[in-house]
């Protein structure tokens, strides 16, 4: 059974602190993403890497920052967490397939990260 | 600016019968368009993918059309059942070969025994 596994399903940081979320994917996927999800928003694209060491700016990367050291292992750090970064995050992953969406995306279960 | 647009409003349906949901967009000319479902609490689950030039796409009780003149996207759910019932997503490349997805809000559904 294929899987993403992302470290925490719950989090509670304070303001200022520096918070990684790690997410894991063992189906030797080249792309991986990470998501936020707001009521009404929808998912919004934070950073994603189509290889290793290799990212990119999705739609709202300000005040995070993405690593990729090995294929399978995708991190977002929050590098001095806000009240506003209080969402649900998402890490996905997907075989390469040239273009962003022509081969399904598998999702993590999410992180609830509240900061206080 | 680009934009996708779901019914914001919950779709309440009896057992059996037949659930329609609608994604439209607008400035873009995607190449693919995809549905998830996602359950409360859990992450989006694969469901369908159709490309520009499919007009229809089915899965056991799942139907998807892609309207690339109106912009629009149709799911439909036949013989729908309590256990269909979820928030579902649309998901559309941005038509620029790049790897940037957008997301409609999602739909929940309900689906009443």
């Known amino acids: 059974d294929v899987k993403v596994t992302q470290s925490s399903r719950y989090l509670v940081k304070r303001t200022g602190e520096k918070v990684f979320l790690e997410c894991v994917q063992d189906m030797d996927h080249e792309n991986m993403f990470w998501y936020r999800q707001d009521p009404g928003l929808g998912l919004r694209l934070i950073y994603f890497s189509y290889d290793v060491k290799m990212k990119e700016k999705g739609d709202i990367p300000e005040g995070y920052s993405v690593s990729r050291e090995k294929k399978e292992r995708f991190s977002l750090i929050l590098e001095s967490a806000s009240t506003n970064q209080t969402s649900m995050y998402l890490c996905?992953?997907?075989?390469?397939?040239?273009?962003?969406?022509?081969?399904?995306?598998?999702f993590g279960q999410g992180t609830r990260l509240t900061v206080v | 600016s680009q934009k996708i647009e779901q019914n914001s409003e919950a779709l309440n349906i009896q057992e059996g019968k037949t659930a329609t949901l609608t994604c439209n967009y607008t400035?873009?000319?995607?190449?693919?368009l995809q549905w998830y479902r996602q359950d409360p609490g859990r992450g989006p689950v694969f469901l369908l993918l159709i490309r520009e030039n499919e007009k229809e796409k089915r899965k056991e009780r799942l139907k998807v059309t892609f309207d690339t003149t109106l912009k629009q996207s149709l799911f439909h759910i036949t013989a729908s059942q309590p256990a269909d019932s979820a928030t579902y997503l649309c998901?559309?490349?941005?038509?620029?070969?790049?790897?940037?997805?957008?997301f409609g809000a999602g739909t929940r559904l309900f689906v009443k025994a």
């Open positions: 998901a559309l490349d941005r038509g620029d070969g790049g790897f940037k997805t957008i």
């Open positions: 400035n873009y000319s995607p190449a693919y």
């Open positions: 996905a992953s997907s075989s390469s397939g040239g273009r962003a969406l022509n081969t399904e995306a598998f």
